[in-house]
């Protein structure tokens, strides 16, 4: 029994913040890779930060500078914190576990940065 979870959306003013959580139901050490992608109206899921065994911390780079994928393996957690958010942000983000064979995914959060 797989399951993520995703929570911490909501609406936020430009150049203010948002912590996004991931609660993982099984052991975090299952996936080799976690990560957090959105999708805005109309667009394409993109991948927004991923933290992969054997490979650099990755960022769009949409975002590099103002966001930050972290992970908490006691709590069986992946985070997102981001920082100086622009309208543009604006979409669902979704987590991502991947292990060789598949990927599990939450059903999403919306985020809305708006004046």
Same mark, same amino acid.
Request: glycine share 12%.
């Given at each position: 029994?797989?399951?993520?979870?995703?929570?911490? !959306?909501?609406?936020? @003013?430009?150049? $203010?913040?948002? %912590?996004?959580?991931? *609660?993982?139901?099984? +052991?975090?050490?299952?996936?080799?890779?976690? !990560?957090?992608?959105? @999708?805005?109206? $109309?667009?394409? %899921?993109?991948?927004? *930060?991923?933290?992969? +065994?054997?490979?650099?911390?990755?960022?769009?780079?949409?975002?590099?500078?103002?966001?930050?994928?972290? %992970?908490?393996?006691?709590?069986?957690?992946?985070?997102?914190?981001?920082?100086?958010?622009?309208?543009?942000?604006?979409?669902?983000?979704?987590?991502?576990?991947?292990?060789?064979?598949?990927?599990?995914?939450?059903?999403?959060?919306?985020?809305?940065?708006?004046?």
């Amino acid at each position: 029994q797989v399951q993520l979870v995703e929570s911490g !959306g909501g609406l936020v @003013q430009p150049g $203010g913040s948002l %912590r996004l959580s991931c *609660a993982v139901s099984g +052991s975090i050490f299952s996936f080799s890779g976690v !990560g957090w992608y959105r @999708q805005a109206p $109309g667009k394409q %899921r993109e991948l927004v *930060a991923s933290i992969s +065994s054997g490979y650099p911390i990755m960022y769009s780079d949409s975002v590099k500078g103002r966001f930050t994928i972290s %992970r908490d393996n006691a709590k069986n957690t992946v985070y997102l914190q981001m920082n100086s958010l622009k309208p543009e942000d604006t979409a669902v983000y979704f987590c991502k576990g991947s292990r060789p064979d598949t990927d599990y995914w939450g059903h999403g959060t919306q985020v809305s940065v708006s004046s």
